[in-house]
């Protein structure tokens, strides 16, 4: 990625995420206190918002996790033309055949029923904006997670290793009050929903730029052609993934990268960014050996942590949709 000039607040930002690391409540605060001041992405710095993001995530990535989704939430909120609201937030739009959320109009007011899967830190957040059935299509509303109707399953269900205090678990919304953001089917028509995807690659990247660090610092103690074969190979693979990434920012910033161009983007972007991070974790493994991943704590939640979050790529499916996406478009 293109280095774009940080604001002056970027190293307090940065102090502020290393004291929380992986403590959900210092974690909170840093969304609350930075995430407004991330640019909106389109605004004409989308690389500064992405390099933050990777900044906050090569030095904590349970931080980053909760700062992005919180910071995606807030752009979502300014692309629907609202602005910037007060509390935590998150955003729940997985789907799954065994859990189903409707939208309902009582009469007097928008209420959701039923159960929305994977909320992540649903018990600790203020509010969301949760994707629901309503009608022949999917709405986008707001809603108030300390309402009594709302009830979250407590994170005995969560059993991951990686990014372990980052609960995700379904939510039951008992008739819970919610405000529309958008017509309906906006949330996944808006420029932003593929720009937020890429947003979502820069942690994965930032990530992936911490264990490089050690990686370093482990090369510079021993001396060998092998170990200086790793800090290439990572070396190559994340300058592939910072290139796209930069690219992808000045796409956005210059209207390039709406409508199916700006699905095609994200999804080629993601693919790069996702092969660099699994490369980056085989190399580091390899070159390291089992020692940091028993004996460093630091070390082996980092890498714990990315091989999770970036599992939010799905591989083989998102190259699938990418070849699709490039179909539709060259048949039209």
Sequence with gaps: MTAAELPTWAGDFRAAVDEAGDRVEAGLNVARDYGRLLPLPGSGATAERWQLLALAAE????????????????AILGEAGEAPPGGTWGVFAAESC??????????????????????????SLDHALVTARAGSGRGLYAVDLRHSSV???????????????????????????????GAEGWYLRRPGFAWGG???????????LGLFRTLREFSAKRDGELNRLHVGTVDAALH?????LGEAAALVDSGHAAGAAGEILALRVRAVVADAVERTLRQVG???????????????????????????????????ALGAALDERDGS
């Design 98 to 123: 065994e859990a189903r959320l409707d939208a309902y109009d009582d009469g007097a007011a928008t209420v959701l029923v039923g159960t929305k899967p994977w909320c992540s830190l649903a018990g």
């Design 286 to 320: 390899h070159a390291l050996g089992p020692g940091p991943l028993a004996f460093d704590e630091r070390h082996a939640r980092r890498a714990a942590d990315l091989e999770l979050y970036v599992r939010q790529h799905h591989a083989e499916r998102d190259l699938a």
């Design 59 to 74: 030095v904590d990535l349970s931080a980053a996790r909760i700062l992005e989704a919180h910071s995606d939430a807030l």
């Design 198 to 208: 890429i947003g979502v690659a820069a942690c994965w990247y930032g990530g992936a």
């Design 240 to 244: 592939g993934a910072a290139a796209a």
């Design 151 to 181: 009830t979250a399953d407590g994170p005995a269900t969560w059993v991951a290793r990686g990014l372990a205090n980052i609960t995700s678990a379904p939510v039951e919304f008992d008739s819970t009050p919610a405000r529309a953001v």
